[in-house]
């Protein structure tokens, strides 16, 4: 034989024996069955994309939110309920008009285990707390937006000016004050995200642009342990402040698996625990009676469910210093929101009238979504007398994300028999941005995800003119309702507050820089081996008292 | 030009093609290092908005875009951009804020591994089912089903392959998978050698020179390694070579339904999100790998190979 052939021979032997014995050598972390006690089988929960990091600085995607949860807290964090609850902190106080903030931190609460410290877990400090605000307020941290206008100092560190943060200091070994630049009476619900978690400084600087890729150190229930593939390991601290179940499992896997059909055959072979429900995927699963979600009966056979409202707001955005105002509102007035969730989102839409999520704790929103076609044809009449001779359009931008396709062709049928003439333009989502960022478009099908869950920091970081090109993708500048929104960080936060917020809402929709459509829910599918799993309208599922039955 | 003696100089020979090689080379590392910049800033969207999210305000933006030169004139931005890659500088990724090197450093096992089983898959079976049509020529009907592959566009066989063997197959992890993805990127190519494969043999049996080697009595095993594949050869290299961008290809498609972290999720990720130095190296190295390969073709095809005279 010829050593050419010798040689393609030995290759070939050579790549089936590494695909061969790759797989036998390389433990697997599919969970087995029965067998292993119930605090060792491991809980997959799956991901419908990667991770790009998560490093609370760079926590950009709502996936690496997810995971960023279970890993690192902030001061304050969002509870079970959608409530601002402690977390490194767990008290706090502020002056009389809400300028200075003083939080304590929380007793034993300790970082993660990590290489840097080179033993056990260290405790958060107040030195950790004022280097993870400084690190998350630079010029290029996703985090610093909300915070660089509000925490004295931020703006100079943000635009380098300066590497330290003035408006935070040290009280005491367990107590930090943060000085504001105006008054925010929300401000521990402001810093609740896992984007705003503390950081072990010792850590971040050890690892350097392995923080958050590699390695980690927060103070979660759940210790990063390595990123192995398309996973990403945690397992139980077992220094943990909080409480947890005795038999809760050790091990969770985050496990990025893009395809639905896949993901589902995973679920369905219970090697995958958990399963954010997909619209496209809930299809044939779920049936939706009376605004209750529930599994079909072949679907509850192998699923459990949990379905919750989130933080969302899905529209169309007018560009509102471009469209005119009766055209605004005869097309606010004239769509029918149930038939565009039965064409974009039949199973996870509830219809919504305004942009606070319906999933905000004590929140009740005075703007109905109901369609009224005769006042639309009155606002219609306006349009045509006030504007003699021109014809109601409307160019609406739609691309490839939140469903706007579908969305758009909806609005378009709808709108056609009143007389306004709507034209679809399809872009990429990017291409939609840019414009929109220019200004220059009519109309365009958005989303928000909310991180928020306080109505009063929603209205004010995305409907405010400080807002405006982005996230006020609407243009949308109204002086009185500045005003109005930076009178609610004034006073403390009570039910009397919330219900000015609802007034606030309603003002905003009728003055319709946008149509609000719909928000969604989400659908949980779980194993039903497993119980005492919840989550929260920021999509972040908590295990503290879940377990294997 | 003649030495002294009236043959050609070998060495000025040898340097003119260097330079040219090198010369080729060049031009293709600057034509790849423009169409890497000229897509980035073509294609919608703003890299210090993508930097910062969607959510962030217009004046953080802004002070990022103007830090990071995005508001100089493109020409600046192009001899920036470049002189900083050929200094070495290939910066960081915008999207995982970490070195580009070793975003991509750990990105390429399993494009590498997949990419391998791929070509040893196609190569395999296109080797392995022509010798079953030489000893059992019943089952050259087979020759058909993977015409019928080739004429099914190559990127539809990897995702039907792909998806397939996701349902079949348990567990997703890749450590588990590095046969399936590979079976999958190198489906459409195993079709493609397979055939053209068999049409060579086919021509080479018919050859009086075939008939003349059988008429000696040599052993089937022997005149299909010594005379059949021996004379496929530059065949099997060439359409290896040529099929590397397919199975490349290919390996990003499977990586998406297998939710491989490769270098092709890496492409993709990166394209999405505008993410120019991640995008220019994998430009540049994909270039600099296949200038290589088609080096070694080139080199291999003119000193080394020849037809084994039959």
Redesign the interface.
Known sequence: MKKSHVLIVVLVAAGLSWAIFSRRSTPTPTPTPTPTPSTERSVVIALENDVASIDPARLQDVFGLRVGYQIAEGLTKLGKQNEIIGAVSDKWESNPDFTKWTFHLREGVTFHPHPASGGPSEAVTVNDVIFSFTRMLAKDAVTAGPLAGIIVGAKDVQDGKSEDLSGVRVISPSEVEFTLTRPDSLFPGRISSPAYAIVSRKAVEADGADFGQKLHSGTGPFRFVERRGNEIVLERFSGYWGTTVKDAPRQVIYRTIKEDAVRLAEAKARRVTVLYGTPALLQGLVKRTNEQVTLTDDAARTFSQQTFPIFNSYFIAFNYPKVNSDLRRAIALALDRNEVIAAAVPTTGIPAAGPIPLACASYHSLVKPSRDLDAARQALERYKQNSPGATPKMKLLVHELAQAVPIGEVVQSQLKPLGIDVELVQQSFNAVLDAVRKGDFEATVLGFEYQYGLPQLILENFYTSAAVPLPNVFYFKNPANDKAIANLFRDAPTQSQLDQVAKIEKDLVEDAPGVFLYQTSQTLLIDPAFIGLTCNAANFIDLSVARWK | MLNPSGTPNVRLRWFNGFCASVGYGLSLLAGLLFLAFFLTHV????PA?I????????D??Q??RS?MGFDRPLLRQFTDYSWRLLSGRWG?SW?????VL?EIGEHLG?TI?IG??AV??A??TA?ALNACFFWIPHLRWIVNVTRFGVAIPGVVLAMGGA?LA??WS???????F??VP?VSAGLYTSCLITSLLSDRLSQIEASSAFRATEALGFGRFHIF??VL??NA?SLLTTLCVNQLGLIFFSTIIVE??????GLG?LLV?SIQG?DLPVISAILLLNGVFFLVVHFFQAKGTSSQFREVPI
Do not use: H, T, W, Y
């Open positions: 294609a919608p969207g703003d908005r930097i910062l999210g969607a959510n962030a305000r217009e953080s933006v002070a990022l830090e960081n999207l995982a804020r970490r070195p070793a399993p591994r391998i089983v040893l898959f190569l395999g080797i998806l996701s349902r348990s567990g997703l992890s890749i450590e588990k590095s046969f590979g390694n010594r594949l021996s050869r998406q339904i297998f939710s491989i972290r999720a990720r505008k």
